[in-house]
Nanobody, 113 residues
């Protein structure tokens, strides 16, 4: 129901934009978010956006990452700037509709020179 894409290899300091396309209107979801999981670490919240566009970011991503949703395209984006090697992880799309939670398959982002 959620399909993430856009991951890849990027150099430190570079930018990347990942996308998550939903099979249903993103306007239907109460909350959409991006999580990430680095090797050997727990999955963590990157950023979230609610139905009225209010956003929330993990402290380490503030000022570097931007989450947005384009309901007409059923898509949520994560623009990542100033990437660091520690941002290397699999990035997962998440959506919540009332009590139902949906996860997309992740997309790998590797930050390396």
């Amino acid at each position: 129901q959620l399909q993430a894409s856009g991951g890849g290899l990027v150099q430190p300091g570079g930018s990347l934009k990942v996308s998550c396309v939903s099979s249903i209107s993103t306007g239907s979801f109460n909350l959409m978010a991006w999580y990430r999981q680095a090797p050997g670490k727990q999955r963590e919240l990157v950023a979230s956006i609610d139905s009225i566009g209010l956003t929330n970011y993990a402290n380490s991503m503030k000022g570097r990452f931007t989450i947005s949703r384009y309901n007409a395209k059923k898509t949520v984006y994560l623009q990542m700037n100033g990437l660091k090697p520690e941002d290397t992880a699999v990035y997962y799309c998440y959506a919540q509709l009332d009590r139902n939670v949906y996860w997309g398959k992740g997309t790998l982002v590797t930050v390396s020179s």
